[in-house]
């Protein structure tokens, strides 16, 4: 078992910035490739962006590239999503969610989820 615990989320203007936290603690962390995914209300959720174990490779949806950057602490059991530039409709919850099988960067193949941050973009 891994247990994700999300931080950083709030209430923004358009244009500002947050950073997220996502704190791990159970298996090791590094074992386990890293993605944030959003929920806004009414809508699936969706990827928004994925890191690889090690650190060495990173993906992004793109609605959000050039704007977020997502990265990882491995001795900290953390990872972190920088978001900058934001929008109104990046308005979502922010979960974290972990996968050791590298199938995809799919909510049904991930297999620990955080409960999520609320992140809510005013304009």
């Known amino acids: 078992q891994v247990q994700l615990v999300e931080s950083g989320g709030g209430l923004v203007q358009a244009g500002g910035s947050l950073r997220l936290s996502c704190a791990a603690s159970g298996r090791t962390f590094s074992n386990y490739d890293m993605a944030w995914f959003r929920q806004a209300p009414g809508k699936e959720r969706e990827f928004v962006a994925g890191?690889?174990?090690?650190?060495?490779?990173?993906y992004y949806s793109e609605s959000v590239k050039g704007r977020f950057t997502i990265s990882r602490a491995n001795a900290k059991n953390t990872a972190y999503l920088q978001m900058n530039s934001l929008k109104p409709e990046d308005t979502a919850v922010y979960f974290c969610?972990?996968?050791?099988?590298?199938?995809?960067?799919?909510?049904?193949?991930?297999?620990?989820w955080g409960k999520g941050t609320l992140v809510t973009v005013s304009s």
């Open positions: 969610a972990v996968d050791s099988t590298y199938s995809g960067w799919r909510p049904d193949v991930m297999q620990y």
């Open positions: 890191i690889r174990w090690s650190g060495s490779n990173t």
